[in-house]
C-alpha cells in the first residue's frame, strides 16, 4: 500500500494548502496500511517457523534490521533529491519557498518512498511460495525435538 499512497500523496494531490484535507486523509489511511507488514505478516511467520527458544532474538534482530535501514531514509532522500532531481540550496528562497526545490524534493522523496516498498514487495511475494513449505519443516523438526525429550 505504500506504493499507490506515495504516488497519490505527491503526484496525484495538488501542492496546495487548498487541499490540505486530501494530504490528511492520504497520509491517515498509508500510516494505517503501511504499519501492517510487522504485526501481520513478520511476528506470525516467525511465531511458527522460528523455534521458541530464539524467538525473542529474531524478533529484536528483526526490529534493529528495519531500523538500521531506516535510518539512511533522510541522507538518501537529500542525495537523491540534489544529484538526480537537481535540488539546489542556493536558489532556494527560504521566505517565499521555491516551486522547482518543491518539485525537486517531492520526486526524491517519491523515489525513497516506492524504491524501498518495491523492494519489499520483491522480498515478500515469494514467501506465498515458500512459507507453508518452511512452516511444516518446522512443525516435523519440533516434533522430532519433542520425540527426542
Known amino acids: 500500500m505504500g506504493i499507490p499512497f506515495s504516488w497519490i500523496l505527491l503526484t496525484v494531490i495538488p501542492q496546495s494548502v487548498d487541499y490540505w484535507y486530501a494530504f490528511a486523509v492520504t497520509l491517515f489511511f498509508m500510516g494505517i496500511t503501511i504499519s501492517w507488514c ?23 534482530f528483526d526490529r534493529a534490521f528495519e531500523g538500521s535501514f531506516a535510518s539512511l531514509a533522510a541522507p538518501a532522500v537529500g542525495l537523491v533529491t540534489e544529484k538526480i532531481y537537481g535540488y539546489d540550496t542556493k536558489t532556494v528562497n527560504l521566505a517565499h519557498g521555491s516551486a ?3 518539485y525537486a524534493l517531492s520526486r526524491g522523496l517519491l523515489t525513497m518512498m516506492i524504491v ?7 522480498f515478500y511475494s515469494p514467501l506465498y511460495l515458500v ?4 512452516r511444516e519443516n518446522a512443525k516435523l523438526t519440533s516434533f522430532k525435538e519433542q520425540e527426542l525429550v
Open 100 to 102: 522547482e526545490g518543491a
Open 38 to 60: 510487522a504485526t501481520s505478516a513478520n511476528n506470525p511467520m516467525f511465531a511458527e517457523v522460528v523455534p521458541p527458544k530464539h524467538r525473542t532474538m529474531i524478533y529484536a
Open 131 to 134: 512459507f507453508k513449505h518452511d
Open 116 to 122: 524501498p516498498f518495491g523492494v519489499c514487495v520483491l
